[in-house]
């Protein structure tokens, strides 16, 4: 057991990997997250659906500490988020919707920014940082300048970066936006790889319905900050009928297209997102 499990045994009884209770947040008059409800079960592929401002990056943050819920409570594996933050910090890895990795410095050195970011101990630091490159075929790009990557390298940086701390929860923010559909295949292998050899939880959103149809065990569909289904992907499709597909569903239960989406920037922020990945390709 490790120092950080150690810890989390007497935090609570709960067994589940996150566990989000009458979830709440707001900016100024607008309702982002409005009392939600889920549970994700460790080692469980998940899924959280839905247009831009639906409410799913503002759970996300509130899940990685970066916001304190308004109302409610988040745990982690057991951890209170807004009362033990940095001892959540120790457990999870994130990769942002917007790339993160700085193009001014090596890719070596935004893996060390980040070990010393979630606070790995010195000790241990040189090995994880090494290991978390070697896990993501980033050990020969290690002493480039992460901006002359590719897309996809930049993405599996930003992997390197979330795994360094060797986290039990991955959360996942439009890991494969902006991405060929190449990369993007290259991309899922490797998180799939690593959600085998080490067990992990991983949350993640994505605006691709194959994705989730392909990798989520079980997903929400969350729609103006409200939880509006969850289910396993198969099951949901056929809710609906033969033939259904998993964008079927998405429309039906958040009336939207992903063109639709007009709140909090709507569409052009992830158009954005991917013509600065673009850039980097």
């Not at 990056?57 to 308004?70: C, E, G, N, Y």
Request: aromatic share 4%; net charge negative; with cysteine.
């Amino acid at each position: 057991m490790t120092a950080g499990a150690a810890e989390m045994a007497p935090e609570g009884t709960t067994t589940d990997a996150v566990r989000c209770t009458d979830l709440s947040y707001s900016f100024g008059t607008h309702t982002a997250v409005d009392h939600v409800d889920l549970n994700i079960v460790p080692g469980e592929m998940y899924g959280l659906l839905g247009p831009n401002g639906a409410g799913k990056t503002t759970t996300i943050r509130m899940l990685t500490t970066l916001l304190k819920p308004a109302t409610g409570t988040v745990t982690v594996f057991g951890i209170d988020v807004a009362a033990r933050p940095m001892l959540v910090r120790r457990v999870i890895g994130y990769v942002p919707q917007m790339l993160s990795a700085d193009a001014n410095l090596t890719g070596l050195e935004n893996v060390e920014l980040f070990a010393r970011l979630f606070d790995v101990p010195r000790r241990t630091r040189k090995d994880l940082v090494d290991g978390a490159l070697q896990a993501m075929g980033l050990t020969e790009a290690a002493t480039r300048l992460a901006g002359t990557y590719s897309g996809g390298m930049i993405r599996r940086l930003e992997l390197a970066q979330a795994l360094v701390n060797a986290p039990r929860l991955l959360v996942l923010d439009e890991p494969t936006v902006g991405l060929d559909p190449i990369a993007r295949g290259d991309v899922w292998d490797y998180i799939e790889r690593l959600r085998e050899e080490h067990q992990m939880t991983v949350l993640m959103t994505t605006h691709y319905m194959d994705e989730a149809d392909a990798y989520c065990d079980r997903v929400s569909l969350m729609h103006r900050g409200t939880i509006r289904a969850t289910g396993r992907p198969a099951d949901l499709r056929a809710g609906l009928g033969g033939g259904a597909t998993l964008d079927d569903v998405f429309r039906h239960y958040t009336g939207d297209t992903l063109d639709d989406a007009q709140e909090e920037g709507g569409i052009r922020d992830v158009r954005r997102a991917r013509r600065t990945a673009r850039r980097l390709g």
